[in-house]
């Protein structure tokens, strides 16, 4: 099969690309040279197949099999499956890209059976979606969709001291023309996005492949934390304002209360100043990530998060907030019948789906079985077999939404 | 006075060197172009007074009022003063600078007076005391008496994962020949190292001027803590090894253990893995520094640390230990009283000179007051009239020890 020969040359080019040697892992950050090459690659694979390239003006990438313009014109938009290539520092290498290379597949399996889609059918490839360089996930759909103002996305920060727009700039692309582009979104009818799963849902039921129904509510905070500077071996404790103790004492306040309250909770960035072997930290800046099924149990561990910081004259200021997302129901429902009556599940993980469907696109996700259910991590892995599994599944799912010119929906 | 009026254009010279505008602090790492500007600026303020700078096989810089070889083979080896002029991250202008500048302005204040020296009398910079860059304090005086072995010197890695020896060869100096000085050690009949103090003892007695008598033991150690990469949003807690959970009790009980024991303990520096805000802390490297007067206290604090990091999973190792320094006996009791009976102090700090008297080198301290205590931050501070008397005691000492020509010691 062609798709299969495709699927396992596609996956061994990416495997190299932004390997970092010492973790095994990926650091694929947004508009860095590892981008770069990615999207080369992108644009190469869409080329081979002979579909043109159009990057927004974000800097997602758009490839059409067919006339997004003249289908939407004649109330016909189109199908669009796709993910992102960016990484978490780290990373695993199936989280993002598993979703590009199989849609490139299912792409060449709809030709290989010689299907005539009766709507276009379109590829994307997100940037900047794990927000791992600038701190907002999903910024390439965000600043599409205009939930990102165009203004702040430009000035964030890395921890080099970059701006977006510089980042932006110095890899060739310009940032005078962000925010949201009605006439990219117009052409999405229907966004499959397929993602490798990010716990073991599937695995516990014996499934290969499953449908998205929601994302959790979640969000991310910024908690500032004061110190006040000073030699480590001559201050007496009593004249120490310590900001590290602080940072001990919301990470244990974070994960008690994520217990009481059912939710899963997370302090995985922290930065002191000056992060000095014997100089007491004069500043401690620590991140917390709180997602749960339910949004007011979230709200109740980062209120209590909130008053241990408070105790140690901390701040705490939210970046992010997503509220519950649902997909499209009719489009799950579809999805899970059309495949056969496959499992359908939440996930605590955002995506560029999820925004597409706040916008208010019909959106859905299909996952692929995570024999651990560890992501985000030099081991995340998926077996060939369901990968493969995962390609049939989108060729599927695409061949149904394309191939009735009477069909309104999804 | 000349020697004033120097004092005040050298310490005016130096205020802009590494300064940082956000903080306000000082970033002067061994090494790098603001340590090359300071020992440029060293060498010129020698030049300016005659002196040559010979700079030894490590990179400390020496200057020699007077022939000290000479001086050596007859049996009369100098007399040294000086400090440092590298920083901790966003240090202070004081903590080394005030010793170097009091040093060339006290041969200054000695030559105005016509002072003949009966030995020569030596300025040294020490190069890398405060061991921001690579780990290890006092790196340029430990190198020097052996205390540091050269490959492992040359073997330590800064942030940026650059070793010191390849730091040493871009700032153009040769790394090959590190190691054990004795000819250059044999030069030092003694050493008086002048520093702002780093507590508050002299206010509390109302002293300019203190002599120091010793220095507490104090060590450094390197806690690593395993964690797990994974999503934090899709992974149950119960399914979690969090570096970051270790991190917290770790430093908790470094408080926890140094209040109960009298010490001072300090967790100054974590590195977290990946560092990531949507990514569970795959490792963690947490430094704690622990010092006491009473070294069996200090022992008790680690190896209860020690206990609670190991609950997590984790190893501590000792980066350095250094036992009870005290100074010269006989010459504290000489500068004390030939400057009238000013107080005599410990410190919790490590210094040069601490190093050199655990070689064998008559060596002590003099402290100047420091109004609020703090050091190693932008906020530390002495006043002018301290400083200008910390200069006058020096000149003081320097003469006392280098006027009779048939005064064996120190």
New interface residues.
């Given amino acids: 099969m062609r798709s299969v020969a495709e699927f396992t040359r596609m996956w061994a080019d990416l495997a190299p690309v932004g390997r970092t040697a010492s973790s095994g892992?990926y650091r694929r950050f947004a508009w860095t040279r590892e981008d770069h090459d990615l999207r080369e690659w992108f644009a190469a694979e869409c080329a081979r197949r002979g579909l043109d390239v159009v990057t927004d003006r974000v800097g997602n990438q758009w490839a059409w099999w067919g006339d997004p313009d003249a289908a939407r014109h004649a109330g016909r938009p189109g199908v669009v499956t796709g993910s992102h290539l960016d990484s978490?520092?780290?990373?695993g290498a199936f989280d993002g890209p598993l979703g590009v290379v199989s849609a490139l597949a299912a792409l060449d399996g709809l030709r290989a059976r010689g299907h005539e889609p009766s709507r276009p059918i379109g590829i994307v490839n997100f940037v900047d979606e794990?927000?791992?360089r600038f701190?907002v996930?999903c910024a390439g759909s965000r600043i599409l969709t205009g939930v990102l103002d165009p203004d702040r996305a430009r000035g964030l920060i890395d921890d080099e001291g970059r701006t977006m727009a510089s980042a932006m700039t110095v890899a060739g692309h310009d940032p005078a023309h962000l925010g949201r582009d009605d006439e990219v979104l117009a052409r999405i009818g229907a966004f499959i996005e397929l993602h490798v799963e990010?716990?073991r849902h599937l695995v516990d039921v014996g499934a290969a492949i499953g449908v998205g129904s929601d994302i959790?509510p979640?969000g991310?905070w910024r908690i500032d934390l004061p110190g006040?500077?000073?030699?480590?071996?001559?201050?007496?404790?009593e004249?120490r304002l310590?900001a590290?103790?602080g940072?001990?004492?919301v990470?244990?306040a974070a994960?008690r209360a994520?217990?009481e309250h059912g939710c899963?909770s997370?302090?995985?960035?922290?930065q002191?100043?000056?992060?000095?072997?014997?100089?007491?930290?004069?500043h401690a800046a620590a991140?917390l990530?709180v997602?749960s099924a339910d949004a007011g149990a979230v709200r109740t561990t980062v209120a209590e998060v909130t008053e241990v910081a408070e105790e140690f004259g901390g701040r705490v200021r939210e970046e992010s907030w997503t509220p519950t997302t649902a997909f499209h129901p009719v489009l799950v429902e579809r999805l899970a019948a059309g495949l056969g009556g496959v499992p359908v599940l939440g996930?605590?993980?955002?995506h560029d789906a999820g925004i597409l469907a706040t916008h208010g696109i019909p959106a859905a996700m299909l996952f692929v079985r995570n024999p651990t259910?560890?992501?985000?991590?030099?081991?995340e892995f998926a077996e060939e077999a369901d990968c493969l599994l995962g390609v049939g599944a989108l060729v599927a799912v695409l061949a149904d939404l394309t191939s009735d010119p009477t069909d309104e929906t999804p």
């Fill in positions: 892992g978490v520092p780290d990373g794990e927000g791992a701190g996930a990010q716990g959790w979640h991310r006040e500077a000073n030699h480590a071996g001559t201050t007496a404790l004249d310590d590290m103790l940072v001990a004492a990470t244990i994960r994520a217990q899963v997370t302090v995985g960035k922290v002191l100043t000056p992060n000095g072997v014997n100089a007491i930290p004069s991140w990530d997602r996930t605590g993980a955002g259910g560890v992501s985000h991590s030099p081991e």
